[in-house]
């Protein structure tokens, strides 16, 4: 039986042209999609959620509540919900945000969760790092008065002025603020030297060609400065009324800033002030009479010591010139 269907089968086919068995393959082809295209729009049913009928009781937002504002009790409200719809970060108590922040723009009768309110004050940004009671404010420094570089924001620092100059004749140094809290700084420690190209002076007897080629080379003779004198600024943390002091400490003489160990053995110290007392303003320097201020009259010239007196001396005339001789 086998060999005889195979050689029917193959007979067969023989009288099927090869334009058929064309046809016959397209047509098996979009019955296929056909029937593709249908079983993919069927959507599969969904089995019914199961509640166990268990409920819990969450924080909604009872009105709008924009970015960045204190959330009050009267911005929310509670409601019951299935367990299973709850989020994992729902807020279930109101004293837990009360009086922070929200983070994005929280619309009426949306959940609140974590991610929308700022849980610590600190994620606010630099806004956040100031203590409540305190202000940030700046005051310009260098490498000297802002101890190198070596404070770091987080450090607490004593803040000391000093008035007078080495003209004057008293100078005096007093600590107005201490234990004060360095919130940033943008110095780098004084070993942190940037290059300040000096160029070589021109020589009169070189020709235009070398002083081309010694403009557009660095020598050796060109040597590195530290930036010691490059103004800065550090932000402190102070009182509203500590910050007008200082800045009238600040009008008045130069700030500076004072670090503190990270345990000092005594958290304030009762010696704040220092005077010193000098001749400067009242012994002229090289022998020489200052030289007046600006807009104010000249120092009184002091008398010419007189001369010696000479006794049983005469005094001779020679044309021109007067001469005195004798004992």
Known sequence: MKPEFKKQFSEMAE????????????????????????????????????YSGEKTTIIVAATDIAPRTLIQSNMLTTREIPVE???EDAITDVKD????????????????????????????????????????????INDVTGISGFAKPGDYVDVMVVSGS???????????????????INRTPMNSQRNVVTPP????????????NSSNSVLPSQTTQPASSAMATATLAVSPRDAMELIAAA????????????KPRDTFTTTTEY?????????????????????????????????????????????????????
């Open 275 to 327: 005077t010193k007392v000098t001749n400067k303003a009242t012994t002229p320097q090289n022998g020489k009479q200052p030289a007046p201020a600006a807009g104010g009259s000249a120092p009184p010239a002091q008398a010419a010591p007189a001369p010696a007196q000479s006794y049983g001396s005469v005094e001779v005339i020679r044309g021109t010139t007067v001469t005195r001789e004798g004992a």
């Open 166 to 184: 080495g003209n004057d004749a008293r100078i005096t140094s007093n600590i107005i603020l201490q234990n004060i809290l360095l919130l940033a």
């Open 201 to 212: 002076a021109n020589n009169e007897g070189n020709s235009g060609s070398n002083n081309n």
């Open 15 to 50: 009288k099927i042209s090869y334009k058929y068995w064309i046809v016959f393959a397209a047509i098996a082809s979009l019955l296929f999609g056909i029937l593709l295209f249908i079983y993919l729009e069927q959507e599969p049913e969904k089995p019914a959620p199961a």
């Open 97 to 140: 945000i009360v009086g922070k922040p929200a983070r994005i723009q929280i619309l009426r009768d949306d959940f609140i969760t974590d991610r929308k309110v700022l849980m610590d004050i600190k994620m606010a940004g630099f806004t956040g790092l100031i203590p409540p009671d305190c202000r940030a404010i700046s005051v310009g």
């Open 85 to 87: 719809l709850a989020p």
């Open 251 to 262: 009008q008045s003489g130069t700030i500076y800033l004072v670090l503190r160990p990270y």
